[in-house]
Nanobody, 126 residues
């Protein structure tokens, strides 16, 4: 059984910064790829960012490229998402997820992930 617990969400003004983290337990975290997804009200869940198991390869959605940074600390079984220059459209519930198999490369497809956290709310206000 894998458990993923997100934290760090909150309320921030446009142009501000916020970091969210995801602590993993229950499986070999160090071999799994990790990803962040988000779901805004009335919209489908969408890919945000992903990192491979070694932490040396990342991929981002075009909408967040240059503003968000994903990273991981395998010693702490934690993955992070640092968000800067936040926009109103970044408001969403942010979910972390772990890949089904070994994460040699970062993955952007939802069906590559099998365990999900409960989500953390990020609200950007004007």
């Amino acid at each position: 059984q894998v458990q993923l617990v997100e934290s760090g969400g909150g309320l921030v003004q446009t142009g501000g910064s916020l970091s969210v983290s995801c602590a993993a337990s229950g499986r070999a975290f160090t071999m799994a790829g990790m990803g962040w997804f988000r779901q805004a009200p009335g919209k489908e869940r969408e890919f945000v960012a992903a990192v491979n198991w070694r932490g040396d390869m990342t991929v981002y959605a075009n909408s967040v490229k240059g503003r968000f940074t994903i990273s991981r600390d395998n010693a702490k079984n934690t993955v992070y998402l640092q968000m800067t220059s936040l926009k109103l459209e970044d408001t969403a519930v942010y979910y972390c997820a772990t890949t089904r198999g070994a994460g040699w490369r970062p993955r952007s497809e939802e069906d590559e992930y099998d365990y999900w956290g409960q989500g953390t709310q990020v609200t950007v206000s004007s």
